[in-house]
């Protein structure tokens, strides 16, 4: 049975953002490092590395996905989608105007995962709940912004209002929530 060298590189094919991209991956290497590394594409961000943080998520053949719990090689010849792809022409989607307008940001880094699923997430439930969003937000981790801004961005862009997000955040909040 041949063995497998685990330093030898393979060609990985990947359609990214809508456009055919190769690139040379070791059998171990992780879609999340390939992407930054070996094809320069750095929106995708990691966190933890180990499937808890949420950071890294991407969307693969469109569902979320963790970058980091995948491995380049499963990736080949498959449809990735990253932040980047969200606003090729660098218009913002509706949700990335949102989140600016409800200050669902602050130091960004949980940002690019966090629209990667809900732009899965959303495709498949238009009109979440409150609760059902939270559900799905604590599949992310961000330290910055108790998630009030988030939810209202959400609540927001799905024609919602939102409740507890703005009493949460009231006490906290210490500009207004639009400039
Ligand atoms: S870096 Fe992938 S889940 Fe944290
Ligand atoms: S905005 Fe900083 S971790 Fe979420």
Redesign the pocket.
Known sequence: MPSLNAQAKHPVTITLNGRTRTGHASPRMLL?DFLRHELGVHGTK????H??????TIRLDGVAA????TLAVQADGRRVDTVEGLAPEGRMTALQDAFNRHHALQCGFCTAGILMSLSDYLERVPKPTEAELRDMLSGHLCRCTGYAGIVRAVMDVTGQASGNADAEDASSRKEPAHV
């Open positions: 999340s990691v966190g933890c590395e499937g808890v943080c949420g950071a890294c963790r970058a980091c719990l």
